[in-house]
């Protein structure tokens, strides 16, 4: 299934520029949260990499999808933990792939459901546009255009290292 | 794949919920699975997810209920569905209307889900079998037949304090012969692998050929308890003292009621579920349902998650 129209770049790298990107930043009020699965891992390593000291959260935005009414409920759904005060904390959200916005939009609703947040800012692996909604990130690694057929998936390996590969539409979620 | 089981839709997910008996585990442990994920909305400032906002939520309660219907109530507007809770005993059937009827001049309102109590068996099946393909029936007590979600959060609650099914000595103790709540216990149980489930009961509240159900069948609580992890106490029915069932409460408790001391013949782990409402110093002692192996009162939390999956899982299917 797995085809090769074009060179993806090396995710690893892109972790790295991005861990760059952010480092500025990052201060002891600074919260991430990454949005399950791909957001997850990179959350996990940018807390480790960044040294933060409030608790890392994570975002199942299932129960926030606007497609419930179209193809149900994702059957693998996970808790969400947020282990902060949501309430006037200053969060990056962590997700893989930028597309449409959709999925950063549910995960915006599912954090004000904890709280008020100071503000909001978004970290991503890779932006490959054709945003739908008026969505933008503030930390990217790369910016990719991409037929509109393709699905972008991130893959951790058993080592912990990220890939990036290509899918024909319809897998995976 | 297609399915005879009118709770199946075509692809065989869940279409509605009438009873446990017959559904795979797959399903039973999807809906556990999922239930996990809606403990901790109610440990949000915002007690309340998007999932159900614009569904029509009918509470139909031919039979008097206050937790049940509650939790599903609570249930449906976490969901951020609305809800209409449906006073039977003042409204059209004593007029003569049919359930049917009702059902249907419900359904022209634009319901979207019926949760059905009703004394006669098959009631939530029989408006299962009449709704249109887009209208979600629940069971929420059918008579003496069915009550699943009941089951379902007792297999929440046993899996939250045991881990899991396959190492198990479960007992449910009391009225098993009156008791839906028994039928759908023992066909979640076996489903989910637990390898003994025992019933104990005197032989004038057990229904016949019950063993058929795979069960192991104790008339004495001192055999019966011997190495149970899990005990399932059932509410004896003041009704049912009337009838010849039984010579006294009194003599019921000095039997099978559980006092501490009945309690220490199970494994020191155990752990004592009821559905309720209670009769204390009847089927339990009072120590024993506040007891630290209690879990009575957090098998009624997880009630409203496990509803909660239930609900969002038939909604999107």
């Not at chain 1, 940018?46 to 129960?63: A, K, M, N, R």
Request: charged residues 20%.
């Amino acid at each position: 299934m797995n085809i090769k129209p074009l060179q993806l770049p090396e995710a690893e790298q892109l972790f790295s520029d991005l861990v760059s990107k952010i480092r500025p930043d990052i201060n002891e009020n600074v919260a991430l949260v990454g949005v399950r699965t791909g957001g997850v891992w990179l959350a996990q390593r940018l807390h480790q990499e960044l040294c933060l000291t409030l608790p890392l959260g994570i975002l199942d935005i299932s129960f926030y999808r606007d497609d419930f009414d179209r193809i149900g409920l994702h059957p693998k759904v996970k808790p969400s933990e947020i282990p902060f005060e949501v309430t006037d904390s200053h969060i990056i959200l962590v997700d893989d792939i930028l597309y449409t916005g959709r999925t950063i939009r549910a995960a915006i609703n599912e954090l004000f459901d904890y709280g008020r947040p100071a503000s909001i800012r978004l970290a991503i692996l890779v932006d490959r546009g054709e945003r739908e909604l008026p969505i933008a990130a503030q930390y990217v690694g790369a910016e990719l255009v991409l037929p509109s057929g393709k699905m972008l998936n991130l893959q951790q390996g058993d080592d912990g290292k990220l890939s990036l590969s290509l899918y024909d539409k319809q897998l995976p979620e | 794949m297609i399915s005879t089981n009118p709770q199946l839709n075509r692809s065989g997910e869940l279409q509605h919920l009438l009873t446990t008996e017959g559904l795979p585990a797959t399903i039973l442990l999807e809906i556990l699975d999922t239930a996990e994920s809606f403990v901790g909305v109610t440990e949000r400032d915002v007690k309340k997810i998007p999932l159900l906002r614009g569904k029509s939520v009918f509470n139909l309660f031919f039979e008097p209920s206050t937790r049940t219907r509650t939790t599903f109530e609570i249930a449906a507007k976490r969901l951020s569905a609305d809800v209409h809770n449906l006073n039977i005993a003042a409204s059209s059937q004593i007029k003569g209307e049919t359930l049917l009827d009702t059902v249907n001049n419900l359904s022209a309102m634009y319901a979207d889900m019926f949760v059905v109590r009703h004394l006669q068996s098959g009631a939530a099946h029989l408006i299962a079998s009449h709704v249109q393909p887009d209208i979600h029936v629940i069971n929420a007590g059918d008579g003496s037949h069915a009550h699943p979600t009941q089951a379902l959060l007792d297999m929440f609650t046993i899996r939250r304090y045991k881990q899991d099914f396959q190492n198990l000595r479960v007992a449910i103790i009391g009225d098993i012969l009156h008791s839906r709540v028994a039928r759908s216990e023992i066909h979640a149980l076996t489903t989910l692998g637990v390898p003994e489930v025992r019933v104990i009961a005197p032989k004038t509240l057990l229904p016949a050929k019950v063993e058929r159900l795979g069960v192991h069948v104790y008339h004495d609580m001192a055999k019966g308890l011997k190495d149970v992890d899990v005990l399932m106490m059932l509410r004896l029915q003041n009704e049912r003292m009337q009838s010849a069932n039984l010579p006294s409460s009194e003599e019921y408790f000095k039997y099978y009621g559980l006092t501490q001391e009945k309690l220490s013949l199970a494994q020191h782990d155990a752990i004592v579920m009821h559905p309720g409402p209670l009769n204390r110093g009847v089927e339990i002692d009072s120590a024993v349902a506040d007891g630290k192996q209690s879990v009575i009162l957090p098998q009624v939390t997880f009630g409203i998650a496990v509803r909660m999956a239930v609900m969002s899982i038939l909604a999107g299917n």
